[in-house]
């Protein structure tokens, strides 16, 4: 099993850019489909990216994502950032030993 | 509209089982993968388990393994979690999400079931 581990928490100003990174622990990051998260506090988790770097209809496409396979990690990376996109976000991937796992999460704050 | 709607929220002593429900509607059931994942207050989301509607197989985090069993009910399309022998680590808000592969996203996340274990 591996593991995915994200900075606890990052901050920058609207209107600026900010990268939230996924780190896993052992295998390839390229091996398995990255998806990310956004939940918002007292909601479900939705989500912003899938498959490392699609978007679903009707999330920005300020919103963006990708893997690099030189330091094993995924990126999640949210262009003009707005106040709305204050929240916890989740990097998740598959663990082919039929087990799904998850981040710990990174809170971005909008300040 | 393709929805997950879970039971509402319970009390339970240290020792006790809780069973939470995921009624599934506006999809084919038996054509995704449904999920259970938890988040304690103020900490992070923690996959439990999948269960395969179609056949009813199931797979649990290790973390669990024992305690914690996945069923489905087809003619209701609504899936349930039971988790056995509780603490006070369990209080949790617990979500049923469903894949349609092991690969993809979790697409749709029921609303919650918020579970506190508590003397």
């Known amino acids: 099993n591996f593991m995915l581990t994200q900075p606890h928490s990052v901050s920058e100003s609207p209107g600026k850019t900010v990268t939230i990174s996924c780190t896993r622990s052992s295998g390839s990051i390229a091996s398995n489909y990255v998806q990310w998260y956004q939940q918002r506090p007292g909601s479900a988790p939705t989500t912003v990216i899938y498959e490392d770097n699609q978007r679903p209809s009707g999330v920005p496409d300020r919103f963006s994502g990708s893997i690099d396979s030189s330091s094993n990690s995924a990126s999640l990376t949210i262009s003009g950032l707005k106040t709305e996109d204050e929240a916890d976000y989740y990097c998740?991937?598959?663990?082919?030993?039929?087990?799904?796992?998850f981040g710990g999460g990174t809170k971005l704050t909008v300040l | 509209q393709v929805q997950l709607v879970q039971s509402g929220a319970e009390v339970k002593k240290p020792g006790a089982s809780v069973k939470v429900s995921c009624k599934a509607s506006g999809y084919t059931f038996t054509s995704y993968y449904m999920h259970w994942v938890r988040q304690a207050p103020g900490q992070g989301l923690e996959w439990m388990g999948i269960i395969n509607p179609s056949g009813g197989s199931t797979s649990y985090a290790q973390k669990f393994q024992g305690r914690v069993t996945m069923t489905r009910d087809t003619s209701t399309s609504t899936v349930y979690m039971e988790l056995s022998s509780l603490r006070s680590e369990d209080t949790a808000v617990y979500y049923c999400?469903?894949?349609?592969?092991?690969?993809?996203?979790?697409?749709?996340w029921g609303q919650g079931t918020m579970v506190t274990v508590s003397s």
């Open positions: 998740q991937s598959y663990d082919s030993s039929n087990h799904w796992v």
């Open positions: 999400a469903r894949t349609l592969n092991y690969e993809s996203a979790f697409d749709i």
